[in-house]
């Protein structure tokens, strides 16, 4: 597809289960975006890729969070022993790497919830 | 203290009329200040960007960008019903050839009713 394309759309857990959520880039884009956006807030950054190396993975919460990415392509992430303040909507986002401005394209997310 | 505050509103205002969002920011590295229009579940989508200081102008959409006050605006003229969503402000550091870490306000709510 022509744009990023995130899948489950849709996540209920049970509280102590792992959860991966996958990303589709848009093809040819070198950065990949997580962000997690709970309800009434902004969103949170997660971690970034460049290719498949994470050089800004400051904001993941704890060490239950963790992503890859494979290929410079699909990115992977996974929460183990899910918690109920897990509950949100985790957003991908790609962008290119042109040498100007370049806009971020954002999936429509999976909205997790852990009960 | 966040590093970008945004007033969440709710905004409401009745179709024609001129809206004003607002944000605020603490980074004085900030160089990107861009608009995002966010419909109810749905991913953001990008509706204005500007690079350091000025306005940008484009259709109804305006955005100025104050970085000696480290606020900045979008100013929607004659508001549609069509224009309702929920508008978040964001910001990153100049890193050059990639875009790196958005830095996201809480998002301001709006309804324009007919």
């Known amino acids: 597809g022509a744009g990023v394309s995130q899948s489950p759309s849709n996540k209920v857990t049970e509280k102590g289960k792992d959860v991966e959520l996958r990303c589709d880039p848009i093809?040819?884009?070198?950065?990949l975006y997580w962000y997690r956006q709970s309800l009434g807030q902004g969103l949170e950054f997660l971690i970034y890729?460049?290719?498949?190396?994470?050089?800004?993975k400051s904001g993941l919460p704890s060490d239950r969070f963790s992503a890859e990415r494979t290929g410079g392509s699909v990115s992977t992430l996974t929460i183990q022993r899910t918690q109920q303040e897990d509950s949100a909507v985790y957003l991908c986002?790609?962008?290119?790497?042109?040498?100007?401005?370049?806009?971020?394209?954002f999936g429509q997310g999976t909205r997790l919830t852990v009960v | 203290q966040k590093e970008v505050e945004q007033d969440p509103g709710p905004l409401s205002v009745p179709e024609g009329a001129i809206v004003s969002l607002n944000c605020t920011y603490s980074?004085?590295?900030?160089?990107?200040f861009m608009w995002y229009r966010q419909y109810s579940r749905k991913g953001p989508e990008l509706l204005m960007y500007?690079?350091?200081?000025g306005n940008k102008e484009d259709g109804r959409f305006t955005a100025q960008v104050d970085k000696s006050s480290k606020y900045i605006s979008l100013f929607i003229r004659d508001s549609q019903p069509s224009d309702s969503a929920t508008y978040l402000c964001?910001?990153?550091?100049?890193?050059?050839?990639?875009?790196?870490?958005?830095?996201f306000g809480r998002g301001t709510q709006l309804t324009v009713w007919p």
């Open positions: 986002a790609s962008s290119p790497d042109r040498g100007t401005y370049t806009e971020a394209f």
């Open positions: 093809s040819g884009h070198t950065a």
């Open positions: 890729f460049q290719g498949n190396s994470a050089p800004d």
């Open positions: 980074n004085s590295a900030f160089q990107y």
């Open positions: 500007t690079y350091s200081s």
């Open positions: 964001a910001m990153s550091v100049d890193r050059g050839s990639t875009l790196g870490r958005l830095y």
